[in-house]
């Protein structure tokens, strides 16, 4: 069966530091992957997906980063963390691009900014 | 506009009632998945029902169901026979077949379930 992985689980940066989340598949081969964001209280956002190794499609401005450097694994990078980056962050995959196949998520990643 | 609403930011229930969390769309597009979503407070994202576009009947699985109206374009969930442990967030999503939109999930902003013993 497919299992997402997604860590760390919460995360305590100051501003202006670097940022790594790493999240991996298994179970599963070229899956679609997808980052997103959560705000307390709110709905999900969408950030970034990704149909393949080294393709990366960005749905907001912002200052952050995705990279897929294996099929199955999606990394989202700062260089430099903002207050507004605070959030919690969710990370999911799916099979294919039909409208059928829900995406299953990882635990996702609690990160505050000092 | 919004494509997915969810109007009950909240929503009580006692035990062993059933309940029903609202969701309505908006597309244009013939072919498209309406998807519900469960979060509890430990954050993760649990998927719970899909209903398709083109399905005739409303889905179910085990105590949640889909009553799904296309003409009103809503797709309300319910669930039967509350229990405790359904207190989380409940977020109704949407996906599209779309020319550069890669099927991704559109949410609505969710509605609280609260269950009362």
């Known amino acids: 069966s497919q299992t997402i992985h997604q860590w760390p689980a919460t995360l305590v940066q100051p501003v202006g530091s670097p940022l790594s989340l790493e999240c991996t598949v298994e179970g599963t081969s070229n899956p679609n992957l997808y980052w997103y964001r959560q705000a307390a209280g709110r709905g999900l956002q969408l950030l970034f997906y990704?149909?393949?190794?080294?393709?990366i499609s960005s749905e907001v401005p912002q200052n952050l980063s995705a990279s897929r450097p294996q099929d199955r694994q999606f990394i989202l990078s700062s260089k430099k963390l903002l207050l507004s980056d605070s959030g919690f962050y969710l990370c999911a995959w799916s099979v294919g691009v039909g409208y059928s196949q829900p995406q299953h998520f990882g635990d996702g990643t609690r990160l505050s900014i000092l | 506009a919004q494509k997915i609403t969810q109007t009950q930011p909240g929503m009580f229930v006692q035990e062993k009632e059933a309940v029903t969390l609202d969701c309505t769309y908006d597309?244009?597009?013939?072919?498209?998945?309406l998807f519900w979503y469960k979060q509890p407070s430990s954050g993760e994202m649990i998927f719970l029902i899909y209903?398709?576009?083109?399905?005739?009947q409303n889905a179910t699985e085990g105590r949640y169901s889909l009553n799904f109206q296309k003409a009103r374009k809503s797709a309300n969930l319910v669930i039967s026979a509350s229990q405790l442990g359904d207190s989380a967030m409940y977020f109704c999503?949407?996906?599209?077949?779309?020319?550069?939109?890669?099927?991704?999930?559109?949410f609505g902003k969710g509605t609280k379930l609260s269950v009362k013993p």
């Open positions: 209903q398709g576009s083109y399905d005739q």
């Open positions: 597309t244009s597009d013939p072919s498209y998945g």
């Open positions: 999503a949407m996906r599209e077949v779309r020319r550069g939109s890669q099927g991704n999930l559109i």
């Open positions: 990704s149909v393949g190794i080294g393709q």
